[in-house]
Structure formats: structure tokens, C-alpha cells
């Protein structure tokens, strides 16, 4: 019998301000968690974790179209242009976390934003959008910030958990730290069997506790 679904989403910026390293770097990080996270899949059977991602700029678009088991997920890399409509994305995931499409008896999905700047529409709307969804409340929302020049007011709104905070990427390094992180340690949480045994429908609009991440993170000259 196979697992309870689990979904979890990518949500990367792809203006032009994440032109060169930065987008480099997410695409290397991203294609460097699929393993670890194919290995977190293998030890809780119980879950199915199925991926995709959404990426924007000047408006957004699904780059991975449907969800794919872990197994089989095989990452495309992304290309950096236009400006940053962050809450069009967020509108799109919102609509993806209605049901149908998901399905009522799934694990609370994990959504990860990664972005570098400021939004350029109303990204209110769609922190709204996901929030209205229960799916959307009951998801663990993650941030990543890249660089000195991202709106982390955003960020914060966006993850809307107080014990929660958005990281903070200054250099390659440390957003291959954070990427592997949100796929490893938050992937395992969401996932593990206490959570699979708690009620489907639970009231708490609360995410799922997630650990801080533990890396110690190097400074170098090439900095964001």
C-alpha cells in the first residue's frame, strides 16, 4: 500500500537580479538535494513524497507541470530574467492546494520561497490566497532570502510563524546548506510517523515544528 501524499513545492525566483551565480547556485543546490531527499523518501514509506516547482519573473509559470515522485524527479535548470510577480506564484500554489486537487487524507505539503529582491505585484493577495486554504495553513512554509537586497517583511509574512524565520543566504555556500536543509531536515519532519499518525483533519493552523538548521555557515569574499 502505498504512502500518504506529500507534496512539496519549489517556489524560486527567477528575476533578473538572480542572474549568474546566484541562479547557478540554486540549480546546482536544488539538483544536489534530490538524492538526500530520495533518501529521506526511502526511510518513511509511509509517506510519498511528490515534487514540482514553480518559478517566477515576469508572471509565472509551473516548471515542473505535475507532481512527481521523489524516485523519479529530475531537475531542469532555471534561467534568470524580468521582474519578480511573486504573488502571482503564490496565487498559482494557492490553487494547487484546494481540494481537488489534493487529496483530503495527504500530510501537510512543504512549500519552499526562494527569493532576492522586492515583489513587483500584490504579493499580499497571494500570502492571502494560501493562507485561505487549509491545506495552505496546515503547510510547513519555508523561506530563503539571497543576498542584502531582499524584503524579508515579505518573507516573514509569507512563512507567518513566529518561531520561524526567513534564512538568509550571503554567498553559494550557504544556499546549498539552506536548500539541502529545507529538503532533508523539514522534508523528515513533515513526513516522520508522528505526524502521519495524527488526525487527518487536525485545528491547529500551526506548521509542523522544523528544527533550526545547524550548519555553520562560512563567510567568503564572493558575497551577495
Not at 516548471?63 to 523519479?72: A, G, K, L
Not at 487524507?105 to 515583489?119: H, Q
Amino acid at each position: 500500500m502505498s504512502g500518504r501524499p506529500l507534496h512539496f513545492i519549489w517556489i524560486a525566483d527567477c528575476s533578473g537580479s538572480m542572474a549568474g551565480d546566484k541562479i547557478q547556485s540554486l540549480n546546482t543546490a536544488i539538483r544536489e538535494a534530490i538524492p538526500e531527499m530520495r533518501g529521506v523518501a526511502h526511510s518513511n514509506p509511509h509517506a510519498r513524497v511528490l515534487v514540482r516547482a514553480l518559478k517566477f519573473s515576469s508572471g509565472a509559470t509551473w516548471h515542473v507541470t505535475q507532481p512527481v515522485p521523489i524516485e523519479q524527479f529530475q531537475w531542469q535548470d532555471l534561467q534568470a530574467g524580468g521582474v519578480t510577480d511573486m504573488g502571482k506564484a503564490l496565487l498559482m500554489v494557492a490553487d494547487e492546494l484546494k481540494m481537488p486537487p489534493m487529496d483530503p487524507r495527504g500530510l501537510p505539503p512543504v512549500l519552499v520561497l526562494i527569493s532576492d529582491g522586492y515583489p513587483t505585484d500584490d504579493v499580499n493577495k497571494g500570502i492571502s490566497a494560501i493562507l485561505d486554504q487549509p491545506w495552505g495553513k496546515k503547510a510547513v512554509r519555508i523561506a530563503i532570502g539571497i543576498g542584502h537586497d531582499v524584503d524579508n517583511n515579505v518573507l516573514q509574512r509569507f512563512i507567518n510563524h513566529p518561531e520561524i524565520q526567513p534564512l538568509q543566504a550571503h554567498n553559494a555556500e550557504q544556499l546549498v546548506n539552506y536548500i539541502k536543509w529545507a529538503s532533508t531536515a523539514v522534508l523528515q519532519s513533515s513526513s516522520s510517523p508522528a505526524v502521519t499518525d495524527a488526525p487527518t483533519h487536525s485545528s491547529s493552523n500551526l506548521n509542523i515544528p522544523v528544527p533550526a538548521p545547524t550548519h555553520n555557515m562560512p563567510t567568503d569574499s564572493d558575497v551577495w
